[in-house]
């Protein structure tokens, strides 16, 4: 596609419910960030993949956030038993390679946890 | 960790003024981007900054990147309304694969008219 893709583009859970954020990177992107922007804030890194191997998810905040790109192109950010305070904007990235170019974003899915 | 400070955090000025914003970084890097968000968007990528003296110009945003004061500015000349957005600079960081952005917290600016 002509960008990088994101769905849903809006998600309301209940807390302690599950949900799967999808991410499409640009077509022959080799990086694929996920990041997280609390409102007000600057984006804060979650993880990095580089193709298929998830090289970096040091910004992940607990057990509960799990990432997958099996096929190095689609990725899914999951939340398990979702918290009020997993509430924010979450953003993916994806880059020709992980440095020296720049990143291209997605629009985000806002997750809302109620 | 990598901190990024930027300032000012709202800035609110009159068309045709000019303004710089300041990105300050607290460790080496030698890698910077300016973002620009506007309200409910995603980010969009205005420059990639990769050395020391680097400076480039788009329309009426110049950016610029000094790596010994850790320093970045993003100059404003003769703000006009459709510059009103958050501006992000960001790290990347100093890892070898330089695989993570450090974001500052954003300056919202509001042209008025």
């Known amino acids: 596609g002509a960008g990088v893709s994101q769905s849903p583009r809006y998600k309301v859970a209940k807390r302690g419910q599950d949900v799967a954020l999808r991410c499409d990177p640009i077509?022959?992107?080799?990086?694929l960030f996920w990041y997280q922007q609390a409102l007000g804030q600057g984006p804060e890194f979650l993880t990095y993949f580089q193709n298929e191997a998830q090289l970096d998810k040091s910004g992940l905040p607990s057990d509960r956030f799990f990432a997958e790109r099996p096929e190095g192109s689609v990725s899914t950010l999951k939340i398990q038993r979702t918290q009020q305070e997993d509430s924010a904007v979450y953003l993916c990235a994806s880059s020709l390679v992980g440095g020296n170019t720049e990143a291209f974003f997605g629009q985000g899915t806002r997750l809302t946890v109620v | 960790e990598l901190k990024v400070e930027q300032n000012p955090l709202f800035l609110s000025m009159q068309e045709g003024k000019n303004y710089t914003i300041y990105c300050n970084y607290s460790t080496t890097s030698d890698r910077l981007y300016w973002y620009r968000q506007d309200p409910g968007k995603s980010l969009e990528s205005l420059f990639v900054l990769l050395s020391n003296g680097a400076v480039k110009q788009e329309g009426r945003l110049m950016a610029s990147l000094d790596t010994k004061a850790r320093l970045s500015t993003l100059h404003i000349t003769a703000a006009v309304h459709d510059l009103s957005a958050t501006y992000f600079c960001?790290?990347?960081?100093?890892?070898?694969?330089?695989?993570?952005?450090?974001f500052g917290t954003g300056t919202s600016l509001t042209v008025i008219p």
């Open positions: 960001a790290v990347d960081g100093t890892g070898n694969t330089g695989n993570q952005f450090y």
């Open positions: 077509s022959g992107h080799v990086s």
